[in-house]
């Protein structure tokens, strides 16, 4: 049993308006599987627009696929088929702490307004009812070192940060759930190489910490066949329905 089971995932979006015609939609995930097992490294490769951020956008619930299953360790998240009832627990907290997703925009992931550290206890304290907010703050301040950032930085703004301080924050957040899976979409390509290194090196070391199990996607290949046990290649699919 994998931690992560995806079957026959599809997604398609309305491409004709269909005043006239018969509304058209493009299939952007067009019967994705894929299997994936505890402390895995999984590469997803693809061209530009061939549904790598879709696919990972389904898996966390941000967008809905159209029909498909998703498992997490053994459990099933989402199912949805002809003529079945469908099956959605995203929205249950267990389901959110298990998958967490780290984007390659860190500027447009954070709240502008909100000073980091304070940002992620919120979203910490969502999720763990048993701990107060000084706990909170330990514990994420404790995860800001672990990511390699001083614990001044917990009172800084977004803007304050540079793009890998930024990103490491944005790591801090998906870690301090204690999730399984992390996604990583692209994580690195808005960074500068010296510090896209760091930054995948932390990733490195987290997963062994934590035993992690990765979905990295990116559309450099040199970075995904260098850093995952093994590479999942998208094709863009070209059917219309
Ligand atoms: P990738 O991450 O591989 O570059 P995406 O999954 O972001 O690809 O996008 C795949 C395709 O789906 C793109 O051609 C994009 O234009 C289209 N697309 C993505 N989101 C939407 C949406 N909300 N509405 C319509 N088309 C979309
Ligand atoms: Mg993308």
């Known amino acids: 049993m994998g931690i992560l089971e995806v079957e026959s995932l ?16 493009k299939v952007i995930v067009d019967n994705f599987s894929m299997n994936i097992n505890e402390g895995e490294c999984v590469g997803l490769i693809g061209n530009s627009g061939s549904g790598k951020s879709t696919i990972a956008r389904c898996l966390v619930n941000i967008e809905k696929a159209d029909s498909g299953s998703i498992k997490i360790d053994g459990e099933s ?15 249950k907290l267990e389901t959110k702490k298990k998958i967490q997703i780290i984007l390659q925009d860190s500027f447009a992931s954070l709240n502008p307004k909100k000073k980091v550290g304070r940002m992620i206890t919120e979203a910490l304290l969502i999720h763990e009812k048993n701990i107060d907010r000084k706990e909170a703050d330990e514990r994420v301040k404790e995860y800001f070192e672990l990511c390699g950032l001083r614990k001044e930085y917990f009172d800084r703004y977004p803007h304050e940060l540079s793009g890998g301080q930024r990103q490491r924050v944005c790591i801090v957040r998906a870690l301090v759930l204690k999730p ?10 808005a960074l500068d190489v010296s510090v896209q290194a760091k930054i995948l090196n932390l990733m490195l070391d987290l997963k062994e910490k934590f035993n992690l199990t990765y979905i990295f996607i990116s559309h450099d290949r040199d970075v995904v066949e260098c850093f995952c046990d093994r590479v999942i290649y998208l094709e ?4 219309i329905v």
């Open 10 to 25: 599809n997604k398609s979006y309305d491409f004709s308006k269909g005043y006239l015609f018969k509304k058209k939609r």
């Open 77 to 91: 998240i989402f199912e949805k088929k002809d003529n079945m009832k469908e099956i959605n627990h995203f929205k």
């Open 180 to 189: 399984k899976i992390i996604i990583c979409d692209e994580i690195t390509s």
């Open 236 to 239: 863009k699919s070209n059917k």
